[in-house]
């Protein structure tokens, strides 16, 4: 089985920053696609960013050039860096990673909740 544990949300103002962390346990051979997705409650769960094992990353154009994926392979984490946060960037950010067990399936965090509000 494999645990994700999300970190680093909560309240900020419009304009601020805040830096999300997701770190992968449990048994497993490998990660390839980790990255993030969100949800208001009430609404589907839509894409925020990924990044594979090559670095390639991938992004909602809601969020392009405000938020950064990376990743810490060595500490099995992904990072999201929110820079110009906005009002409809609230929502409860999942983390999600593709892991290698008996086979290839994938993951989620518990969620971590974001609130941009003034």
């Known amino acids: 089985q494999v645990q994700l544990v999300e970190s680093g949300g909560g309240a900020v103002q419009p304009g601020g920053s805040?830096?999300?962390?997701?770190?992968?346990?449990?048994?497993?051979?490998?990660?390839?696609?980790?990255?993030?997705?969100r949800q208001v409650p009430g609404n589907r769960r839509e894409f925020v960013a990924t990044m594979t094992t090559d670095g390639t990353t991938n992004y909602a154009n809601s969020v392009k050039g405000r938020f950064?994926?990376?990743?810490?392979?060595?500490?099995r984490t992904v990072y999201l860096q929110m820079s110009a946060l906005k009002t409809e960037d609230t929502s409860v950010y999942y983390c999600d990673a593709h892991a290698l067990t008996d086979d290839w399936n994938s993951y989620w965090g518990q969620g971590t909740q974001v609130t941009v509000s003034s």
């Open 18 to 37: 805040l830096r999300l962390s997701c770190t992968a346990s449990g048994r497993f051979s490998a990660i390839s696609v980790m990255g993030w997705h």
């Open 68 to 75: 950064t994926v990376s990743r810490d392979d060595a500490k």
